[in-house]
């Protein structure tokens, strides 16, 4: 019995249907059209071929040759059957894959797909779909394995260390994942197994900023020296370009072309400035401006970035039964339970010479009315200076030497405040209360050495230990007023996620960009695109 398989644009857009892209245009490196018919006769499926061929096959395509341990091991696991052809040709998993291949882009990734033109022809020509072809298959094994590299693992580890990333990156069998793509194709649209829900949250952002670029983007704003603030109430000719502005974002719902500013300006401007970190006040700044005029074609950048660093996280990191979150770009610090956010504090970071290290812990100790012992980098940078000067400055500020070391005494003095929060790692960081809580009022909050201030301590506290029938409110208040250091060593440890992300979409599905305060997105994006 004959059938007839068309393999056609008509076919690739009928994988909309499943919520897949339709392939791009046709460029150097990649194409975008398939398009063939022809009759299909079935046959037995092909024999197992000879394992010999796998070495002369990377001999021949050496780019994927840093692909053949993963390779070998999906064929000693297969006994060397054919995967990507069935009794009458290729299956359904190839051709979606190669569309997926030619659609990197709508991942936030701009590369070159190896051996682009061979794999045309293969797709573009009824014989080699159909035959089973030991070349092929190998061939189809490794764009399967490139694609998951890309898409699903991202750059190496080594790489991100040397960004300065040490959270633990997770581990996965591609080999393994094959089985269950080949039985449902459609899995490749959303895996949640192998990338976080925050992976495709920034995907569907990406398009949408993409559709704006299309659109032209936005016009720079020009806001004249003279005028050093806007509020309601006031009209100018600036506001009129700042309602463009906020609608081509979605920040404002209509433009209604006004140069007053009204309530609906202030809705739309109270938005864009949670979206974008600044304080949510009626007032209208040069700095918002500023924020407003960087272009959309940054703003997608920033986004691939991001989009990046999440195929680095494990889907379940939230998904335990309880977890801490920092984010250094947003200076915020979320404690989840049962995967749901239960407190969220503003934090203080290291400042850029005193970077804080992307890095996980796990919380084991809360130490109420600490002492702080000064580290040596701080001793001999400040403290003897400032002893060289003050002969009293110790006594002043309540600090005493143990040996050859200082410390501060408990009290309010204390630079750690009333509380900290001990998670053992190298780079010797903590959370911890502080003293100086005036910082949390400002937008930008990298003060620090290294280690995290937080600015709810006392509710970070009561929160770990809720449950604990030892721990009372009052007990804790108690504790964290003590002239002695006293140190709980918390049942169960929590871990804790130091992350670093300048892109961010929320529950409600809107993006919120963050300053780059460490420069880390230049260095990772220069990555990104090094084989172009």
């Not at 009759?39 to 070495?55: E, R, W």
């Not at 394995?145 to 080594?158: C, E, L, N």
């Not at 961010?504 to 963050?514: L, N």
Request: glycine residues 4%; charged residues 25%.
């Amino acid at each position: 019995m004959k059938r007839i398989l068309v393999i056609s644009v008509f076919l690739i857009n009928c994988f909309l249907i499943v919520g897949l892209p339709t392939p791009a245009k046709a460029s150097s490196h990649a194409t975008a059209s398939v398009s063939l018919s022809y009759q299909k006769i079935p046959s037995f499926p092909p024999i197992p071929f000879d394992s010999t061929l796998v070495a002369p096959f990377f001999a021949k395509y050496p780019k994927f040759k840093y692909l053949k341990p993963e390779v070998v091991q999906l064929y000693r696991k297969h006994n060397y059957e054919f995967l990507w052809h069935d009794g009458s040709g290729m299956n359904e998993f190839a051709a979606l894959l190669y569309s997926k291949v030619n659609n990197l882009e709508q991942e936030g990734i701009k590369t070159r797909v190896p051996y682009a033109e061979k794999l045309q022809t293969i797709f573009q020509d009824a014989e080699n779909m159909e035959k089973s072809d030991v070349e092929v298959e190998l061939l189809m094994s490794s764009l399967y394995f490139f694609y998951a590299d890309r898409v699903f693992k991202g750059i190496d580890t080594k790489q991100t260390v040397e960004l300065g990333w040490y959270l633990p990156r997770k581990k996965q069998s591609y080999v393994n994942r094959l089985d269950s793509l080949l039985q449902d194709p459609s899995l490749i649209n959303k895996q949640l197994k192998d990338l976080p829900g925050q992976y495709y949250l920034l995907k569907d952002a990406l398009q949408n900023y993409r559709n704006i670029e299309k659109n032209g983007g936005w016009d720079p704003i020009v806001f004249p020296k003279t005028i050093k603030s806007l509020k309601p109430g006031d009209t100018s000719d600036v506001i009129l370009q700042v309602r463009k502005r906020l609608f081509i974002t979605r920040d404002l719902k209509i433009d209604s072309q006004k140069n007053i500013f009204d309530n609906e300006l202030l809705e739309g401007l109270l938005k864009y400035k949670e979206r974008n970190a600044f304080t949510t006040d009626s007032l209208l700044l040069p700095k918002h401006i500023s924020s407003m005029n960087i272009n959309v074609h940054a703003r997608i950048k920033t986004i691939m970035v991001n989009m990046e660093r999440s195929r680095w996280i494990s889907p379940s990191l939230t998904q335990t039964q309880q977890s801490i979150v920092v984010n250094i770009p947003s200076f915020t610090l979320t404690y989840f339970k049962e995967g749901k956010p239960v407190l969220v504090s503003k934090v203080v970071v290291g400042k850029s010479m005193n970077k804080t290290a992307v890095f996980s812990g796990q919380m084991n100790q809360i130490i109420f009315s600490p002492y702080w012992n000064v580290p040596p980098s701080i001793l001999r940078k400040e403290i003897l200076p400032a002893i060289a000067k003050n002969s009293n400055y110790l006594a002043k500020h309540d600090m005493e030497w143990v040996g050859n070391r200082v410390r501060q005494r408990p009290g309010e003095q204390n630079a750690l405040g009333k509380v900290k929060f001990v998670f053992p790692n190298s780079h010797i960081i903590y959370m911890h209360d502080t003293p100086s809580k005036t910082l949390f009022n400002k937008e930008q909050r990298a003060f620090s050495h290294g280690c995290i201030r937080v600015a709810r301590p006392r509710d970070l506290a009561i929160k770990v230990l809720e449950g604990d029938k030892n721990w009372t409110v009052e007990k804790i208040d108690a504790a964290m007023n003590r002239e002695v250091e006293k140190t709980y060593n918390l049942r169960t440890q929590i871990p804790v996620y130091i992350g670093y992300f300048t892109a961010w979409v929320d529950s409600e599905r809107e993006i919120h960009f963050y300053e780059d305060i460490y420069a880390h997105d230049e260095r990772l994006s220069k990555i990104l695109l090094s084989d172009l």
